[in-house]
């Protein structure tokens, strides 16, 4: 599956992305993360700061080892926006859930 992702700091734009057992299951993980992200209210300050950071790391991991990106790239992720690199994250995830391009594009607009 091609994916183009106009948000990362490289030259290349599209990347081809195998929708593999390994690949979905580093998407589902992911999503997981991103769900857990959901329920802050009865956290404690220092388990907020805990959740965030491990949505950061398991955000640039994903988004790093899905585009097979080298470790400068890698360290370039850190440069983007906490938007930027999530909505990066979220698009290579639903893109590989099957959900349209149309449907991505609408769903960034409400955030």
Do not use: C, H, W
């Not at 390994?22 to 993980?29: A, E, V």
């Not at 993360?33 to 404690?44: A, I, L």
């Not at 470790?71 to 995830?93: M, R």
């Amino acid at each position: 599956m091609k994916i183009t992702l106009e948000k990362l700091p490289f030259k290349k734009k599209t990347y081809d992305i195998k929708q593999s057992v390994k690949n979905m299951r580093k998407t589902y993980k992911l999503q997981l993360v991103f769900s857990q992200n959901g329920d802050m209210e009865n956290k404690t300050d220092e388990e907020l700061v805990e959740q965030m950071l491990d949505t950061f790391d398991e955000a640039i991991n994903y988004v790093s080892s899905l585009l097979k990106l080298n470790d400068k790239q890698t360290d370039e992720l850190e440069d983007l926006s906490q938007d930027e690199l999530l909505d990066t994250a979220n698009k290579i995830a639903m893109s590989l859930m099957g959900i349209k391009e149309e449907d991505i594009k609408e769903d960034n607009k409400k955030k």
